[in-house]
């Protein structure tokens, strides 16, 4: 069993910068996801439980960081040149590594965090 809690969050700032956390028991695949009004639930980054393997959705390339601290069993959603569009709820999840987490599929991720809402101030 995988427990999750993510933290951070808050107002989008267009072109401004937010860091979302996730606080994860047991070294698992961990990804990011984010589920908004228009959109159906979107994977946005994964990386492996050694740090060294990323994945990015095309949506989000070079906006988005995923990064994790394993000696505080954390990982980081790092989010620059916000949009109104990165507006939603985040989650992050976890899955078994030998499975197919790096296609970043909501399907592949068996625990999940409760979520932390990022809103447009407008």
């Known amino acids: 069993q995988v427990q999750l809690a993510e933290s951070g969050g808050g107002s989008v700032q267009a072109g401004g910068s937010l860091r979302l956390s996730c606080v994860a028991s047991?070294?698992?695949?961990i990804a990011w996801f984010r589920q908004s009004p228009w959109k159906k639930l979107e994977g946005l980054a994964g990386?492996?439980?050694?740090?060294?393997?990323?994945r990015y959705a095309d949506s989000v390339k070079g906006r988005l960081t995923i990064s994790r601290d394993n000696a505080k069993n954390t990982i980081y959603l790092d989010m620059n040149n916000l949009e109104a569009e990165d507006t939603g709820m985040y989650y992050c999840?976890?899955?078994?590594?030998?499975?197919?987490?790096?296609?970043?599929?909501?399907?592949?991720?068996?625990?999940w965090g409760q979520g932390r809402q990022v809103s447009d101030p407008s």
């Open positions: 999840a976890a899955a078994n590594c030998s499975g197919m987490w790096y296609q970043l599929q909501s399907e592949s991720f068996q625990y």
């Open positions: 990386i492996n439980p050694g740090g060294g393997y990323k």
């Open positions: 047991g070294a698992s695949c």
